[in-house]
Structure formats: structure tokens, C-alpha cells
């Protein structure tokens, strides 16, 4: 018996993933943008072994090579210091997936938690206060606060991190409280506080489950967004300091040599330009596979 309920599970669960490429890869721009994700998050990881130059990733002065423009040898051209753009421009995606990934982590469990309170215990104090609050930093473009927290700290690239969680909890508070606030009368709910359940059970397993097909298409529309907030406090010397490569410092840096040496912030700023789009593909094809509607 236990051997073919474990048949059937697996049969459920291939099938289960069979329909839902099915219906992610009905949308060929979204298969692409999944490639470049996962092209990114490879280089990112194993960036040491994959560019041609490592060492130029960090204190590296070679001025014989200095400001040459793309050319067989060095693809992207180098910067002012002899360093390879090009193997700069990959290390860089390290520091940009960890920034996306670190404040989604920090971010979402905070920002869903306090949506699924105040959407769940609606008519109590803590309603009101956790949503006038949101009303407060949703009221503040996320850039601006970002700025200002990062403004106050030491310039790195966790504290950058943590500037932007500062400012991006609140949209997801925004979306569990309205998928909350929607939910709590379902019969489903009702019959769980019938039956005695715990609050937290059914906040946890009962009303979170039924959260998770927006908050995770938002998450994977975000990754871009993010990415382009922590680039934007980089290129104004908040985030991750040199000589580590980061894409916002290296579009600052090079824009004091436009036009002459355009190499140096036209490939980091198509770099930044590819990934926000990567992941926006994506977080299309995401929303598609977990839609509920049938084609």
C-alpha cells in the first residue's frame, strides 16, 4: 500500500509540473527571460571561474592597458586603471543578486506576516495601526526612503540591503492584508474557528497557502526592481564601495568619460537594463502559471 500511494504522489506531482510548464512556456518571452536569470544566477556563483581576468575584479592597476576600447582580448574594453570591463561586468551580478535575494528574504516574511495580522483581526487597534503605517511608507517613493536610511548608515552592501527592506515591507503588507481581508470570511476559515484551531494555525496554514500565487509573482517582479534601487544607491556611492565591482558605481564612474570612453558606463548600464528586463519576463510567465483561469 505505501508503495503505490508513493506512485501516486509522484504521478500527481509530475503531472502537477508538466501543467504548469505547460502553461509557464505558452509565453516564449518568459522561457527567455528564465534562461537569463538563470544565466546570471550561474555567473554570479561561479563568476571566479567563468571570467577571463578574476584578479581585475579587485585592487588591480595595470596602466598599460588602460582605457582601451572593445577588442578582441578584452570584449567590453578596460577602464581607466587597465581593468577588464567585461570580467567586471560579471562579478558585478554577485553583488546584485545578493542584493535582490537578500531584501526579498528580509522584506516579504516581515511585510506578509503583518498583512496577514491586520487583514485576519480586522476591527481590533492593530488593524489600524499596521495600516496607517503602511499608508505612511507607501507614501514615500521607495528610492527617496531608501536614500535616506542609507544616507545615515555606513555605505556596504548589507547595509544598502537593509535600506531598501526598510522601504519595500510595506507592499507586501499592502497585498496579504487585502488577499487576508478577503479570505477571513471563506467557510473554510470559519469552520477552523469551529473546530478550535489556533490563530496562528489558521493564519499560517490556512490563510497563507491561499496568499502565495500573487505574493510570489510579485517577489519575482520585484527581483528586477530591487536590483535597479540597490544600482541606483550604488551609483551614488551608497552601496557597495570599490574596488569591488558593483553596476551602479561603474555607470557613475564611467559617465565623467562620456563620450569618449562610453565603453566604461554604456555595458554596465546594458547590463543593469538586461536583468531588470530578465526577471520582469519571468515574473509575466509566473503570474501566467499560477493564474487559476484555464487557456
Known sequence: MDTVESDKKRAALQEGIRRYWYKFSRNKLSVVGL???LVVIFISLFAKFVVPYPSHAGAYVNLAEASLSPRSGH????????RDVFSRVLFSFRGAITM???VLAVAVPIGVLLGLIAGYFQGFFIEPLIM???????ALPPLVLALAVSAVLTPTLFNSMMAVSFAWWAWYTRLAYSMASSLRNEFYIQSAELIGARRLHILLREILPNCMAP????????MGWVILIGASLSFVGMGEQPPKPALGTMVSDGSQY???MWWLAVF????????????NLLGDGVRDMLSTEEA
Open 100 to 102: 535582490g535575494l537578500g
Open 75 to 82: 570584449l567590453l574594453g578596460t577602464d581607466q586603471y587597465g
Open 258 to 260: 562620456l563620450p569618449h
Open 132 to 138: 496607517r503605517t503602511v499608508d505612511i511608507f507607501l
Open 268 to 279: 554596465p548600464a546594458a547590463a543593469i537594463m538586461v536583468i531588470v528586463l530578465a526577471f
Open 35 to 37: 534562461v537569463v536569470v
Open 215 to 222: 505574493i510570489l509573482t510579485k517577489m519575482t517582479l520585484d
